[in-house]
Each structure stands twice: as C-alpha cells, then as structure tokens.
C-alpha cells in the first residue's frame, strides 16, 4: 500500500499563501489519484481536492474554489496543494491520500502523518 508523507505546513498569517506537498516514502505515485484532505480540531475530515493519475482535478468545495490549486508533477513524484489568500476557518491539519487511478473519494481510506495549517487573523 502506498505509504505518503505531507509537508510545508506552518503558521501563516491570513491572506499569505502556503504550498503543501504530497509524497511517497518509497515508491511512485505516478499511478495512483491523490487527494488533499483537512480536519479542524473537534471535526470530520473534509475533501479539499483530487487529481487523477491522468492529472484530472476534481473536488474543490466551494471554501476553496479559486483559492487552491491542486497540481502533479510525477517527474518530481510529487503531488502539490498551492493555498492562497488563506483564511483562518483553513486551519487545521492537511492530509494526503492515495488510491490506483481515478479519484473516488469515498475510496480514500489511508492517509499520511498531516501537516498541520495555522492562520491567524
């Protein structure tokens, strides 16, 4: 099973931008839909965004439409979360997630350590 690390989390004061990154401990993620996933303390884990092994986005919640950016770059085996204009309802921490293919996201079941996200107002 694919095994992902997140980073680049960090404190950000609101309307600064953070870009997390998405990945694997040992392998290639080139096959495999990667989605970006967040929990605030005390709630559910909510989808942010996915792109398909094919570099097909989908999922962008309205929170975050026109503010994030998921992107890929297998030549790098990475998978990017560019976050603008950050507000302080995005905190929390970030995961990532990997499934074969296409993005399911009810499929999505294991996840990384996070990255924790702090905006201060």
């Known amino acids: 099973q694919l095994q992902l690390v997140e980073s680049g989390g960090g404190l950000v004061q609101a309307g600064g931008s953070l870009r997390l990154s998405c990945s694997p401990s040992?392998?290639?993620?080139?096959?495999?839909?990667i989605g970006w996933f967040r929990q605030a303390p005390g709630k559910e884990r909510e989808e942010v965004s996915c792109i398909s092994s094919s570099g097909r986005v989908t999922g962008y919640p309205d929170s975050v439409k026109g503010r994030f950016t998921i992107s890929r770059d297998d030549a790098k085996n990475t998978v990017y979360l560019q976050m603008s204009n950050l507000k302080p309802d995005d905190t929390g921490v970030y995961y990532c997630?990997?499934?074969?293919?296409?993005?399911?996201?009810?499929?999505?079941?294991?996840w990384g350590p996070g990255t924790q996200v702090t905006v201060s107002s």
């Open positions: 997630s990997g499934i074969p293919g296409s993005c399911i996201v009810a499929d999505f079941e294991t």
């Open positions: 040992s392998g290639s993620l080139d096959l495999y839909a």
